[in-house]
């Protein structure tokens, strides 16, 4: 186990601390005694292993030779810290450095002469225990000689700033690499490191491909890396990154110091889901000459754009009364058809002209609203079929109309079924036409306009031989409807005379009773005072 200094407060030779040279206490008493009096320690107890480190003594300190044993010859005289922390070297002449105490510092000394240009170079190893001063002593070991230079270089990696990172002047390692941490300038973000080399050098591999540190949010990176600069005005950086400021999107400008957002001019608006480094924009006006035409069970809307608008405009059709599928889509022509209407029914009908800011639900659209009547249901009625002719029958009906316009010069097609299997079609601008039937089979007609089938009759029956020849539904039920109103107002009239009767029976019966009790009053009125015989009346009763 090595010598420990014994001095009060002093580390060397201990673990972790630096190696210095220890002397070992002197042999004889007297001596001894100088240095326990001259030691700060109290009832020090001397023992084999223990000593006093060389720090203790000035630099200059004289030795002697006891028993094959160097010591000092003045008792130990430095104990303040900041006296002993000193680093000094002593330089024997064409010998290598003997350095008693290192600095946290790397060093490099060149000792040499320039007439046989010996140089010898030697490295100081960091210590833990880092001196204020360095001191360098040259001894002549009487050799002829003259000293040209001594030079004494601190290699340590020096100060820099690169890719927004800047690293502090860093002593190089006695290993050949560490790795140092940086910290990211001011207005950036990140966690930067760097190696430094033992040459006293930043790796140059590592600077080249340094990206540890980014620009915060509104900020950009300078021209050389070194700093980050806000954004100009009318530019933004949404993100922490490396990248330079964007011009703020259309229609949108930055505010105050805040240069991480743009917000939108007044009148113009971002959609709901668009983040805010997107454009604005301007609600459209109103679709224009909006025009329609209308059938009995579809609508056909046309209209021009807004004035305004752009190549993005889109229009939305909102018809309360129609199919609801129609309010759930966009569309991009100025033509719309709707369909599966009712007719004869009045549609509300509103063309939006839809953009990005429409989709905020702080914009109001801009709608054309028109009132759409459908036509009303043209029909052929009347359809009926007769006996003409042996073997043929009579088909008439009446012309259709619409509303009080009644539709003439039209082609009609009278179509005809035997047995639910279709047989042929005649055509005829008549009301009427004579059929050929040959058989008793069931006979089915219906009459439709050429130019539209949609406008047709409900179909009749027809067959040979049976009592009912001429099937007309809609007089049919009239004639229902006639038999069951008449028996309704019969029955209306037998309540009302049997209410009469009642009521006329009861009236008797009370102008009976008032007869009566005016009879029997009158004849006690005649009586008084006269004995009467009793006697029973057959007329009252």
Same mark, same amino acid.
């Given at each position: 186990?090595?010598?420990?200094?014994?001095?009060?407060?002093?580390?060397?030779?201990?673990?972790?601390?630096?190696?210095?040279?220890?002397?070992?206490?002197?042999?004889?008493?007297?001596?001894?005694?100088?240095?326990?009096?001259?030691?700060?320690?109290?009832? #020090?107890?001397?023992?084999?292993?223990?000593?006093?480190?060389?720090?203790?003594?000035?630099?200059?300190?004289?030795?002697?030779?006891?028993?094959?044993?160097?010591?000092?010859?003045?008792?130990?005289?430095?104990?303040?810290?900041?006296?002993?922390?000193?680093?000094?070297?002593?330089?024997?002449?064409?010998?290598?450095?003997?350095?008693?105490?290192?600095?946290?510092?790397?060093?490099?000394?060149?000792?040499?002469?320039?007439?046989?240009?010996?140089?010898?170079?030697?490295?100081?190893?960091?210590?833990?225990?880092?001196?204020?001063?360095?001191?360098?002593?040259?001894?002549?070991?009487?050799?002829?000689?003259?000293?040209?230079?001594?030079?004494?270089?601190?290699?340590?990696?020096?100060?820099?700033?690169?890719?927004?990172?800047?690293?502090?002047?860093?002593?190089?390692? #006695?290993?050949?690499?560490?790795?140092?941490?940086?910290?990211?300038?001011?207005?950036?973000?990140?966690?930067?490191?760097?190696?430094?080399?033992?040459?006293?050098?930043?790796?140059?591999?590592?600077?080249?491909?340094?990206?540890?540190?980014?620009?915060?949010?509104?900020?950009?990176?300078?021209?050389?890396?070194?700093?980050?600069?806000?954004?100009?005005?009318?530019?933004?950086?949404?993100?922490?990154?490396?990248?330079?400021?964007?011009?703020?999107?259309?229609?949108?400008?930055?505010?105050?110091?805040?240069?991480?957002?743009?917000?939108?001019?007044?009148?113009?608006?971002?959609?709901?889901?668009?983040?805010?480094?997107?454009?604005?924009?301007?609600?459209?006006?109103?679709?224009?000459?909006?025009?329609?035409?209308?059938?009995?069970?579809?609508?056909?809307?046309?209209?021009?754009?807004?004035?305004?608008?752009?190549?993005?405009?889109?229009?939305?059709?909102?018809?309360?009364?129609?199919?609801?599928?129609?309010?759930?889509?966009?569309?991009?022509?100025?033509?719309?058809?709707?369909?599966? #209407?009712?007719?004869?029914?009045?549609?509300?009908?509103?063309?939006?002209?839809?953009?990005?800011?429409?989709?905020?639900?702080?914009?109001?659209?801009?709608? $054309?609203?028109?009132?759409?009547?459908?036509?009303?249901?043209?029909?052929?009625?009347?359809? $009926?079929?007769?006996?003409?002719?042996?073997?043929?029958?009579?088909?008439?009906?009446?012309?259709?109309?619409?509303?009080?316009?009644?539709?003439?010069?039209?082609?009609?097609?009278?179509?005809?079924?035997?047995?639910?299997?279709?047989?042929?079609?005649?055509?005829?601008?008549?009301?009427?036409?004579?059929?050929?039937?040959?058989?008793?089979?069931?006979?089915?007609?219906?009459?439709?306009?050429?130019?539209?089938?949609?406008?047709?009759?409900?179909?009749?029956?027809?067959?040979?031989?049976?009592?009912?020849?001429?099937?007309?539904?809609?007089?049919?039920?009239?004639?229902?409807?006639?038999?069951?109103?008449?028996?309704?107002?019969?029955?209306?009239?037998?309540?009302?005379?049997?209410?009469?009767?009642?009521?006329?029976?009861?009236?008797?019966?009370?102008?009976?009773?008032?007869?009566?009790?005016?009879?029997?009053?009158?004849?006690?009125?005649?009586?008084?005072?006269?004995?009467?015989?009793?006697?029973?009346?057959?007329?009252?009763?």
């Amino acid at each position: 186990m090595g010598r420990k200094c014994s001095v009060y407060s002093c580390s060397s030779n201990y673990k972790d601390a630096d190696t210095v040279k220890i002397f070992r206490f002197p042999q004889d008493d007297d001596e001894k005694q100088k240095w326990l009096n001259a030691l700060p320690n109290a009832q #020090l107890v001397v023992m084999k292993w223990i000593g006093v480190c060389e720090r203790h003594w000035p630099l200059d300190y004289s030795t002697y030779q006891q028993k094959g044993h160097s010591l000092p010859v003045d008792p130990p005289s430095i104990f303040d810290k900041k006296n002993f922390r000193s680093t000094f070297c002593i330089f024997d002449f064409h010998q290598t450095i003997d350095c008693r105490m290192w600095r946290n510092d790397c060093l490099s000394l060149t000792l040499g002469r320039p007439t046989c240009d010996l140089r010898n170079h030697t490295i100081i190893e960091p210590s833990r225990n880092s001196g204020s001063y360095l001191y360098l002593a040259i001894r002549d070991t009487g050799a002829c000689g003259s000293i040209h230079s001594v030079t004494v270089t601190i290699k340590q990696c020096p100060r820099i700033t690169s890719s927004l990172a800047v690293f502090e002047e860093t002593p190089a390692p #006695l290993r050949p690499r560490k790795s140092v941490k940086g910290r990211c300038v001011e207005n950036a973000v990140g966690f930067p490191w760097l190696t430094c080399t033992s040459t006293g050098r930043w790796d140059e591999r590592e600077l080249k491909t340094l990206e540890s540190c980014m620009c915060a949010r509104g900020y950009e990176p300078s021209e050389d890396s070194t700093r980050c600069n806000v954004c100009k005005e009318g530019y933004y950086k949404s993100t922490d990154a490396s990248k330079r400021c964007e011009k703020c999107p259309q229609h949108s400008y930055t505010t105050g110091g805040d240069r991480t957002h743009c917000v939108c001019f007044s009148g113009y608006y971002r959609a709901s889901n668009d983040a805010k480094d997107k454009g604005c924009y301007q609600p459209y006006g109103p679709p224009r000459n909006v025009n329609w035409t209308s059938n009995q069970n579809s609508i056909t809307l046309r209209w021009q754009p807004p004035l305004n608008s752009g190549r993005d405009v889109k229009y939305s059709i909102n018809c309360p009364l129609c199919n609801r599928d129609q309010d759930s889509r966009l569309i991009d022509g100025t033509v719309q058809v709707i369909h599966s #209407l009712q007719p004869g029914t009045v549609y509300s009908v509103s063309i939006c002209s839809e953009n990005n800011a429409t989709s905020n639900p702080l914009v109001k659209k801009n709608c $054309s609203t028109v009132h759409v009547t459908t036509k009303k249901r043209v029909k052929i009625t009347h359809l $009926s079929v007769r006996p003409s002719q042996r073997n043929s029958v009579l088909v008439e009906w009446s012309r259709p109309n619409s509303g009080e316009i009644y539709l003439n010069d039209f082609d009609y097609e009278l179509r005809m079924w035997r047995d639910e299997k279709f047989v042929s079609t005649f055509h005829t601008k008549n009301t009427q036409y004579v059929v050929p039937v040959t058989d008793n089979s069931r006979y089915r007609f219906e009459v439709y306009l050429s130019s539209n089938n949609n406008i047709r009759s409900d179909p009749t029956y027809y067959k040979l031989g049976a009592n009912m020849t001429n099937i007309d539904i809609g007089v049919k039920k009239l004639g229902i409807a006639i038999g069951i109103l008449t028996v309704i107002i019969l029955l209306m009239l037998l309540f009302l005379l049997f209410a009469v009767w009642c009521y006329r029976r009861q009236d008797l019966q009370a102008l009976q009773q008032d007869l009566r009790l005016v009879d029997v009053s009158q004849h006690v009125e005649q009586c008084k005072g006269v004995s009467l015989k009793s006697y029973t009346s057959l007329v009252l009763y």
